[in-house]
């Protein structure tokens, strides 16, 4: 029997405080003109100070398993894409695992940061395939304005704080009817670990640390690394990538999306982009843009969705998946 992955429900959340590009150019020396022409960002959300990472999961997960149609109880698998855990241990998805009330399962984090969803489905859908689980809660949550330097214009202007899950389930191939994850690809290369980076850590120097990236440098990898995944996964699953429906970036830089959209022959009305509005959310960007795009009726059952990320490490990765 051969076991698919299906995405049955999807759900995110964000923190209600907004930050416009106006209220960043009362702290640093930037503009709402400059933040807007180089990346797309107006605003972004920002976490309360009594909002943690688990507390933005919970209410995500919250809502994709009422999207899906199950309960805390159904869940067996919970992974956690996060850079900015609630504490260095236990995991996110322990924490998220008791604060929903789900029983004993298999539950871990994952730290590819902007690339962590995409780590995180690929990764479940590997573990559902096998056959060892059957329900699995994926989220993205991110409470990254924690590890912002808000003196470094360079990078502060970039983030936003959210979350966004998915529920995924095995189904036979046969009721799958074509639906479920159908590649992923997943790298990192660590000798570029210094184009992005957090200067401080548990092991390194006892601190939590703040963001460091050369942009540039970053920007130049980014649309060669993150189209050769797309391809990698399309050749995969064997379809024309100029076949896909949908496709949902990791929201770092709208020209970023573009330089994509462009090398692959795609068309900007199938982009589902949130940048203008989130920033960059880090692990939790791609599924708050997918659960947007359902949301509004633009991802249907049956549609081909393409996923991708590049973060730190550096890593990039892409997955496909028909809804
Ligand atoms: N406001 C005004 N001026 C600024 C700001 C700001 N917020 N930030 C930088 N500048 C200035 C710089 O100092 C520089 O000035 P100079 O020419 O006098 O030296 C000038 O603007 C141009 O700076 P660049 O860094 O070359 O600007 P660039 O066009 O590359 O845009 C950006 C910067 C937006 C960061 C872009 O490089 C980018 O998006 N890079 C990729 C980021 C990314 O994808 N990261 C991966 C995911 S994130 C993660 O994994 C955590």
């Not at 049955?8 to 416009?20: A, E, F, N």
């Not at 990192?188 to 210094?194: E, Q």
């Not at 942009?215 to 379809?239: C, D, P, T, W």
């Not at 076949?243 to 009305?269: C, T």
């Amino acid at each position: 029997m051969t076991l698919k992955a299906v995405v049955t429900g999807c759900g995110s959340y964000l923190p209600p405080d907004v930050m416009t590009n106006h209220d960043l150019s009362a702290i640093v020396e930037t503009s709402d003109e400059w933040i807007r022409e180089r990346t797309g960002i107006r605003e972004r959300h920002i976490a309360g100070d009594d909002q943690r990472t688990s507390d933005l999961g919970v209410e995500a997960a919250k809502k994709a398993l009422a999207a899906a149609g199950r309960s805390p109880a159904d869940v067996d698998l919970i992974i956690v894409a996060t850079t900015t855990p609630d504490l260095t241990f236990p995991s996110t998805a322990a924490i998220i695992q008791a604060k929903l009330g789900a029983p004993a399962a298999t539950a871990f984090d994952i730290q590819a940061v902007c690339t962590g969803f995409v780590y995180a489905v690929g990764t479940a859908q590997k573990f559902l395939a096998s056959g060892q689980h059957k329900c699995a809660l994926v989220i993205g949550a991110e409470t990254f304005s924690r590890i912002l330097d808000w003196s470094d214009r360079t990078t502060c202007v970039l983030f936003g704080d959210g979350a966004g899950a998915f529920i995924i389930e095995a189904m036979d191939e046969g009721d799958a009817n074509g639906r479920g994850i159908m590649a992923s690809f997943l790298r990192c290369d660590g000798r570029m670990a210094d184009l992005l980076y957090v200067d401080g850590g548990v092991s390194a120097t006892q601190t939590t640390g703040h963001v460091r990236m050369q942009g540039n440098k970053v920007f130049r990898e980014a649309i060669e690394r993150i189209s050769a995944a797309m391809l990698a996964v399309a050749e995969e699953a064997k379809v024309d990538p100029r076949s896909i429906d949908w496709f949902v970036p990791h929201q770092a830089n709208e020209r970023i999306i573009h330089g994509v959209v462009k090398k692959l022959d795609l068309r900007p009305d199938q982009v589902i982009s949130t940048i203008a509005r989130h920033g960059n959310t880090s692990a939790a960007s791609i599924p708050l843009a997918f659960c947007e795009g359902v949301e509004d009726g633009r991802i249907k059952r049956g549609d081909l969705v393409m996923l991708e990320g590049m973060g730190g490490g550096l890593t990039w990765g892409a997955a496909l998946l028909r809804v």
